[in-house]
């Protein structure tokens, strides 16, 4: 896998538009996730998709990375919903939950499962960002310690505290009232 991102961001380095396209299919439902989750809203995620997205565009001929494709976009996300948020007066209202479409789900399950996804997104919007965004970036995201910290421009060991707490701070929130 991380051959084949050398190889797209090699390809895109030099102009390609195919492999442009490729990277932008590739990543767009993961950085669509992270942020929708971490802005709240699903037109900001979408527009902090694309912004993302154009500055990549722009910046891929001197880009140079530390970690892998995948890492570099979902940080370059958080980052600027980061940047949003401060810079924003707004409250950012939270979206409406997707509901489970599954063919083979009874309504009753869907029912507990978007109460159950209702319960877990009041907990996390109680975490404090940093916390909020450590957890969704590892659970959500599935990055990894260092490459959280290197995006944060941060100690591993912050990383891990952050995350630690913002577990902690969930299953006090929680309390038993989320079951798998």
Known sequence: MILQEKRLLWRAKRGDTDALREIYERY???LLGLAV???RDQAMGEDVVHDVFIT???TAPRLR????LRSYLLTSVANRVRTLGRTSARRLERPELATNHNG???PEQAAIENERAVLIERAMQQLPYDQR??????LQAGMKFRE????????INTVRSRYRYGLGRL???LNGTVTP
């Open 37 to 39: 989750t971490l802005a």
């Open 148 to 155: 959280i910290a290197l995006s944060q421009n941060v100690s």
């Open 65 to 68: 990375l530390r970690t892998s």
């Open 104 to 106: 083979g789900s009874r």
């Open 171 to 173: 299953r006090e929130l």
């Open 56 to 58: 990549f565009v722009r």
């Open 133 to 138: 965004e450590v957890v969704i970036l590892r």
């Open 28 to 30: 767009k439902l993961d």
